[in-house]
Every structure is written in structure tokens, then in C-alpha cells.
């Protein structure tokens, strides 16, 4: 592909760097050239171990990264192809696609991330307010139900996000308003042109407009025309890690030459800040919770304290489709700053297909990767 990290280096492996002439002359000489060795951050082992535990005969995406240093560690792609043999005939085409990076989900309840960082930022005093779900809200023109219509009763913000309520996020939408929700959401690099010195990521989006009161609610909690790129989340869970800081993302580890000489090192690189550090420590207290007694318990690791959150998207308008099941968390360690996005397609509840994915994930790089 284009957009990939060999592309980007084909001058580098090929060692296409000499002049014309010294390479005439070499030709000539009968000298054999040598390309650049290029390493990328990716680990065989990690990517292996998930790319085993992916639940077979489905679909999805899994992206771990290291989001104090921004470099990637896995990039699982589902249906895939065996890199020995590419042009196979059993291959299926969607194989070629990198969902991690050119896969564009409705991302479902992982979005409510930006609606309460952006609840938070535009209004602080929202820690203190108290939602009341019946399980249902009427809203002008239409409704929108909380999940098997659970009736939370009155919660917080921060009970909101661990139960995942439909209801107070779709509340949250309709207090903020679009414009100031989509400001968050850009913040956060919705509609943003990712174009990095290694690869690009599709562009995420967040709606230009919306036509009615719906279409606002339901952006607040990630559906409509909402979408995200399973490596975006990933990112976007790291900024929470990271006091609301985003990196920018690598896969170059190192580049030497023929003589073994490094000609190039990892770059760590901020890309920008998120959101405020103080609305970060609030969402990361809040994901905490939500992998102690929320959605995501399945995510929790012994020993390490995990933050997560889950989403089921739905993806038809008659649910007549499952959801795709997604997960993105990391792990609050020092020694082990891994953050992780994982989609599966039409996979059904985040909380029971798409989490424990992410916990073996995080396992496998917690103990392989150091």
C-alpha cells in the first residue's frame, strides 16, 4: 500500500541514496549493493500472541502502543494473509485493507470519552450534577435507550461512564451542543488530516453538521455518523494515560546502513495536547472504576491497574446486524505505559467479546515486551 511504512522507507531498503554515478560505477564493478536495515517498533511475539487469541472467523482489529514513547507494538488486521505467500488464491481481498489504520468504525460508547472530556472542559461544575436515567430519555423527535433499556436511576458522570449510559451521555450532547462537542472531538484529532513521517491513519470523523436534536444525541455517545479508526482510539485512550497529552505515533524503531551504523533512531514527539491534565486524572479515575465494577471487569489484570472502556456499535438501524464489540484502555504503569484498541466486527457486547481480547493483549505485552 501507498500509505504504509515500506513505502515511506522504499529508498532506504533499496539504498537508492548513492548518486547515479556511483551507482554506475558499482554496477559496473560488479559489486554487490546492500539495502538499509530497517526495524520497526512492532513485536513478532505480541502480534503473534494476539493474533492467535482473535476469535476465529471474524473480523476486527487490535493496535497496542506504547504511549509514553508513541511507538506502536502490535498491529493485528483480521482477515489477514500469509506475508510469504501474498498473492495466495484463498486470500480474501479485505486482507490487504489495514483495519487498524484505513478501517473506519462507528466507535459506540468508547467516544464517550471525548463527550465527558468535553463536559468537563466546557463545564466543571458537571462533577457535581446528577443524571437520572429510566432506562430511556424522550427527546425532541425521538428516543434513545440505555442498553437491554437498564434503568441507572440517579447517577454522576463518573458512574455514567462505568455503566455506560446511553441516557446521561445523550444528555451531556444536548447540554453541550454541537459546536462545542465537535471542538472537543477535533481536540481530540476528529477530522484531522494524520499524515506522520512513517504512515498515515485514515481520518476520523466527527459530522460537519447535524440535521435535528437526534443527530446531536446520538453523536454523544458515538453512533450516527460518527467514526473512528481503531489506532485513533488507542491513541486517544494513551492521551488519558498521559495527562492528556497525545504522542505521535511511530513504527521505525531504527535505520542502519550497510556498515551497521545508525543513520536513524526513535523520535519521540508530542502531537498535541487533548484536553486539560486535571479533565485527563477525571476520565482515568472514571475508566478505572469502569474496569473495577463496570463494563469492562473483564479487562482487569492481577497486579497492575488497568482503565478501559467498552462499546458495542451498533451498525444497522433495524438491529437486525450484532454490534461490533470494541475495548480501549491501558495500563497505568510506569514500567509498562501500554494503551490498546480492539474491534470486532459484528462481534456483539464489548464487555464479553472484545475486552478479554484486550486483557491478553496487555498480559502478553506486559511480559514480552518488558
Known amino acids: 500500500s501507498g500509505?504504509?511504512?515500506e513505502s515511506a522507507y522504499s529508498a532506504q531498503l533499496l539504498d537508492l541514496s548513492d548518486s547515479l554515478l556511483e551507482r554506475l560505477?558499482?554496477?559496473?564493478?560488479?559489486?554487490?549493493?546492500?539495502?538499509?536495515?530497517?526495524?520497526?517498533?512492532?513485536?513478532?511475539?505480541?502480534?503473534?500472541?494476539?493474533?492467535?487469541?482473535?476469535?476465529?472467523?471474524?473480523?476486527?482489529?487490535?493496535?497496542?502502543?506504547?504511549?509514553?514513547?508513541?511507538?506502536?507494538?502490535?498491529?493485528?488486521?483480521?482477515?489477514?494473509?500469509?506475508?510469504?505467500d501474498v498473492g495466495g488464491e484463498n486470500v480474501e481481498d479485505t486482507a490487504y485493507l489495514n483495519r487498524c489504520l484505513q478501517g473506519l468504525y462507528t466507535p459506540g460508547s468508547v467516544f464517550k470519552?471525548?463527550?465527558?472530556?468535553a463536559a468537563l472542559e466546557n463545564d466543571p461544575s458537571v462533577l457535581s450534577q446528577t443524571f437520572l436515567c429510566?432506562?430511556?430519555?424522550?427527546?425532541?423527535?425521538?428516543?434513545?435507550?440505555?442498553?437491554?433499556?437498564?434503568?441507572?436511576?440517579?447517577?454522576?458522570?463518573?458512574?455514567?461512564?462505568?455503566?455506560?449510559?446511553?441516557?446521561?451521555?445523550?444528555?451531556?450532547?444536548?447540554?453541550?451542543?454541537?459546536e462545542r462537542l465537535r471542538a472537543t472531538a477535533e481536540n481530540f484529532g476528529f477530522n484531522e488530516n494524520f499524515k506522520f513521517g512513517d504512515?498515515?491513519?485514515?481520518?476520523?470523523?466527527?459530522?460537519?453538521?447535524v440535521k435535528n436534536v437526534g443527530g446531536l444525541v446520538w453523536?454523544?455517545?458515538?453512533?450516527?455518523?460518527?467514526?473512528?479508526?481503531?489506532?485513533?482510539?488507542?491513541?486517544?485512550?494513551?492521551?488519558?494515560?498521559?495527562?492528556g497529552v497525545m504522542m505521535k505515533p511511530?513504527?521505525?524503531?531504527?535505520?542502519?546502513?550497510?556498515?551497521?551504523v545508525a543513520t536513524h533512531t526513535l523520535e519521540t514527539s508530542v502531537y498535541r495536547q487533548a484536553m486539560q491534565p486535571s479533565t485527563a486524572e477525571l476520565l482515568e479515575r472514571a475508566m478505572y472504576e469502569t474496569v473495577q465494577s463496570g463494563t469492562a471487569s473483564r479487562a482487569a489484570i492481577s497486579g497492575y491497574?488497568?482503565?478501559?472502556?467498552?462499546?458495542?456499535?451498533?451498525?444497522?438501524?433495524?438491529?437486525?446486524?450484532?454490534?461490533?464489540?470494541?475495548?480501549?484502555?491501558?495500563?497505568?504503569?510506569?514500567?509498562?505505559?501500554?494503551?490498546?484498541?480492539?474491534?470486532?466486527?459484528?462481534?456483539?457486547?464489548?464487555?464479553?467479546?472484545?475486552t478479554p481480547i484486550g486483557r491478553q493483549a496487555l498480559e502478553k505485552a506486559i511480559q514480552v515486551v518488558g
Open 3 to 5: 500509505t504504509g511504512v
Open 25 to 84: 560505477s558499482a554496477l559496473f564493478n560488479g559489486e554487490k549493493r546492500r539495502g538499509n536495515t530497517v526495524q520497526l517498533t512492532i513485536d513478532a511475539r505480541l502480534t503473534e500472541a494476539i493474533s492467535t487469541a482473535f476469535p476465529s472467523g471474524y473480523r476486527g482489529a487490535v493496535c497496542v502502543m506504547n504511549h509514553q514513547t508513541n511507538e506502536i507494538l502490535a498491529m493485528v488486521s483480521k482477515p489477514d494473509y500469509d506475508p510469504y
Open 113 to 117: 470519552m471525548v463527550t465527558m472530556a
Open 134 to 178: 429510566n432506562g430511556a430519555w424522550e427527546y425532541e423527535g425521538g428516543r434513545i435507550v440505555c442498553a437491554g433499556k437498564t434503568a441507572h436511576g440517579e447517577i454522576n458522570l463518573t458512574t455514567a461512564l462505568e455503566k455506560s449510559c446511553n441516557v446521561t451521555f445523550g444528555k451531556l450532547a444536548y447540554q453541550l451542543g454541537v
Open 199 to 209: 504512515f498515515m491513519i485514515y481520518n476520523s470523523v466527527f459530522p460537519e453538521s
Open 219 to 243: 453523536a454523544g455517545v458515538g453512533q450516527g455518523e460518527v467514526l473512528a479508526t481503531p489506532q485513533h482510539m488507542a491513541m486517544i485512550a494513551g492521551a488519558v494515560a498521559n495527562g
Open 250 to 260: 511511530v513504527l521505525v524503531k531504527r535505520i542502519e546502513n550497510s556498515m551497521g
Open 305 to 354: 491497574t488497568v482503565c478501559g472502556k467498552t462499546g458495542s456499535a451498533e451498525t444497522s438501524d433495524d438491529k437486525s446486524v450484532k454490534t461490533n464489540a470494541w475495548y480501549t484502555g491501558f495500563v497505568y504503569d510506569d514500567d509498562h505505559p501500554y494503551a490498546i484498541a480492539v474491534v470486532i466486527e459484528q462481534g456483539g457486547a464489548g464487555s464479553t467479546v472484545a
